[in-house]
């Protein structure tokens, strides 16, 4: 079992900043790969951010590429997402999420998920 507890959501203006935390617990959390994906109101949940268990390999959705920027802390058993140029449709419930996949672009590659954390970016 793996543990995912989001932090630092916040309300923001366009073209600000914030960095996301995910703080996962459970005995190899830091064998997993995790995910970052969102959830606008009325939207369905789409994938942002990828990396593998070392760090060493990150994949990221066309939206946010050049903006996002997705790392881990294994000592910490920390994963963030450093958002900048924030626009108003990055909107949404960001969850960060665990797998064992290499790919980890699809939802239904990940078993364990957290709660969420809103970020909402005004205009």
């Known amino acids: 079992q793996v543990q995912l507890v989001e932090s630092g959501g916040g309300l923001v203006q366009a073209g600000g900043s914030l960095r996301l935390s995910c703080a996962a617990s459970?005995?190899?959390?830091?064998?997993?790969?995790m995910g970052w994906f969102r959830q606008a109101p009325g939207k369905e949940r789409e994938f942002v951010a990828y990396?593998?268990?070392?760090?060493?390999?990150?994949s990221y959705a066309d939206s946010v590429k050049g903006r996002f920027t997705i790392s881990r802390d294994n000592a910490k058993n920390m994963v963030y997402l450093q958002m900048n140029s924030l626009k108003p449709e990055d909107t949404a419930v960001y969850y960060c999420?665990?797998?064992?996949?290499?790919?980890?672009?699809?939802?239904?590659?990940?078993?364990?998920w957290g709660q969420g954390t809103l970020v909402t970016v005004s205009t």
């Open positions: 999420a665990a797998t064992l996949s290499s790919r980890g672009q699809g939802g239904n590659e990940y078993a364990y």
């Open positions: 459970g005995r190899t959390s830091s064998s997993y790969a």
């Open positions: 990396i593998n268990w070392s760090g060493g390999r990150t």
